[in-house]
């Protein structure tokens, strides 16, 4: 009897670990099967932006793609080691990459002549990147001390014909906040407005403001200004240089 009841606990021992093995293994072939069919689907090329320099994929590449023989020289970039894609990546010296142009631009080209900027930015330095989530700001450097609020926001696509496209959402993506009104030389920043849009995610931003002189001669004088940055993320599903 005990051997009979041992060799019943060890069948039953069995059967368990191969349940386990089965469903072990029917998980890893799902997951592999659902990677790989999501990266299938990825088409053309992405870019992920990065302030040293936004990272260029070319999805199912056909050519030659390794360190000596590589695409990255025509968009302005430099190869990198990938097991799967062919990557490129932007220069330090131009390293955003623009969709509507196919190539990584210099930094000071990529400010389309805007002269607002971020704290501790220069105007030959990798545009600032904006992050993704909910209450992120970036402190403004020489907003003007008059009355400032942002007037409109569009982002770059891949499309030469009309590279910046406006966002049309029920209200503006970011705000202009003040640290403290009292204090006449208190901090702006720029901050979501209300949480991150993912429409913007991956993209290049330009952000217009306005601003008006609240008090003595030239009171009504309008200033106009704009500030270039990128949003954290990626972009998919464009063309190929």
């Known amino acids: ?5 041992g060799d019943c606990e060890f069948s039953t021992g069995n059967v368990k670990l191969e349940k386990v093995k089965f469903y072990t293994q029917a998980f890893v072939l799902l997951y592999l099967f659902v990677f790989t069919s999501a990266e299938a689907q990825l088409d053309g090329c992405s870019v992920t932006r990065f302030r040293v320099g936004d990272r260029f994929v070319f999805f199912n590449y056909s050519g030659t793609c390794n360190k000596e ?7 302005n970039g430099v190869w990198r080691n990938s097991p799967r894609n062919c990557v490129c990546q ?15 631009v210099k930094n000071k ?7 607002l900027f971020f704290f501790g930015e220069q105007n030959s330095q990798p545009l600032r990147v904006f992050n993704k989530s909910t209450g992120s700001s970036i402190k403004l450097r020489n907003l003007p001390k008059e009355d400032c609020l942002i007037t409109g926001t569009a982002y770059l696509v891949a499309d030469s014909s009309a590279a910046w496209q406006q966002f049309k959402g029920d209200k503006l993506p ?10 006449p030389k208190h901090a702006h920043s720029i901050q979501w407005n209300g949480g991150p849009v993912a429409e913007l995610f991956g993209k290049v931003v330009k952000v217009d403001v306005q601003c008006r002189k609240t008090g003595g001669q030239g009171s009504d004088t309008l200033t ?15 063309p190929c240089m």
């Open 1 to 5: 009897m005990k051997n009979k009841a």
């Open 69 to 75: 023989k590589n695409p990255c020289k025509q968009i």
């Open 90 to 104: 932007c220069l330090r010296s131009n390293s955003t990459y623009r969709e509507d142009l196919g190539y990584c």
């Open 109 to 115: 080209a990529s400010r389309e002549v805007c002269n």
């Open 174 to 183: 970011f705000f202009i906040h003040h640290e403290d009104k009292r204090n």
């Open 224 to 238: 106009k200004l704009c500030i270039v940055f990128k949003v954290k993320g990626s972009s998919t599903n464009l």
